[in-house]
């Protein structure tokens, strides 16, 4: 129960609008990369499991799938979704096993240490949005399980950058610290600046070379989440198929408030929320900067629709 408090908290955290020039301060209930990498270094993740006993017969293993990215991509909506399913065991801290070396160099049974309790019949999943982008994580995660199923959940690139920027900008309000405005990163000598990371953590193509080297796309799964947002059930649908989970979610898990304009869970009659859009500034992106963006990124995605045989509707 702990658990599912911690993973709605988390869900809130989307931000949808951008603020270009933030005057506000709103409320802000993300825990940031950097917070949740607070939150687990305090122990929460290890104090949830001793809050109740493992059941007999459940004992805890290595992952048979991961949600390997992108960075304000859904990964978090896409795990809860998915945990709808009664077969997965899914860890509710982001474990960067793979990219952090502390973590990495405590060897396997640490990471071990950091799953869900689970049974035979569930799958283990755990989700760290790092990964994707991190070029160390392939090979690594091959060494662990060569034949493991990758999750990748990914948007349009250039929301994606806003949102990225977004999540730090929000980060920095909860420490009271100043921020500098979106334009500040995207744009060097009056052109766009693409060393920024938000920019280039989007260049999907690239970051997708890496995990090819090391998996068959057949072995990745790339859930659209733009799609996911507008209409979830087809898309876990497809996530199920792609497991080999018994068809278990229906579309009667999910419904759509008006009032937030975005879906909810039911969950066995609890209900749980997806996003929080209220009391955020709104976008003030310069319409110019923004059409840059999208030029920036038409041969990538290009790039990246070729490398993986299939294309999405982005800008
Ligand atoms: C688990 O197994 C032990 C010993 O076999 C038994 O004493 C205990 O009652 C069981 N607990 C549950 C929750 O079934
Ligand atoms: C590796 O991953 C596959 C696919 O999920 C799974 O069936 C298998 O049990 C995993 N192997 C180990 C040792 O965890
Ligand atoms: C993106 O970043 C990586 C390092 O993380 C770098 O190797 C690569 O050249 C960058 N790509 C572009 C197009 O700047
Ligand atoms: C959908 O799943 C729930 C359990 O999660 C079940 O109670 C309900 O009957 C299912 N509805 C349909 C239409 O299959
Ligand atoms: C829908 O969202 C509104 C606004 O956040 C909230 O007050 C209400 O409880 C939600 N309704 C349901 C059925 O989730």
Redesign the pocket.
Known sequence: MTALVLGAVLLILQPQIVPSHPVSSPKVEVPSEAGQKELFRKGSLKSDFQDS?P???SSQRLPQTIIIGVRKGGTRALLEMLSLHPGIAAAESEVHYFDWEDHYGNGLEWYLSQMPFSFPHQLTVEKTPAYFTSSKVPERVYNMNQSIRLLLILRDPSERVLSDYTQVFYNHVQKHKPYPSIEEFLIKDGELNVEYKAINRSLYYFHMQNWLRYFPLNHIHIVDGDQLIRDPFPEIEKVERFLKLSPQINASNFYFNKTKGFYCLRDSGRDRCLHESKGRAHPQVDPKLLNKLHEYFHEPNKKFFELVGRTFDWH
């Open positions: 006993p059941l007999n017969g």
